[in-house]
């Protein structure tokens, strides 16, 4: 968890029903994340800021990928 803090775009995995402990530890410390339930969606937004079609901070302003 302590090398949330250095990612450029954190993606963080959802776990319906379940503990998330990054996701919790991310809002607490007020780290900027993008939730995501599929990996396909959040490989579509890693590749657009890749591309250099979407910038960190438009990529985490969607909050959920």
Known sequence: MSAARHADV?????????????AAYCTREG?????FEDFGRALGVVRQVVDGKLSVQEALALGTA
């Open 10 to 22: 954190l993606f963080v995995k959802k776990k319906p029903g379940a503990d998330n402990d990054l």
């Open 31 to 35: 780290i900027p994340h993008v939730l």
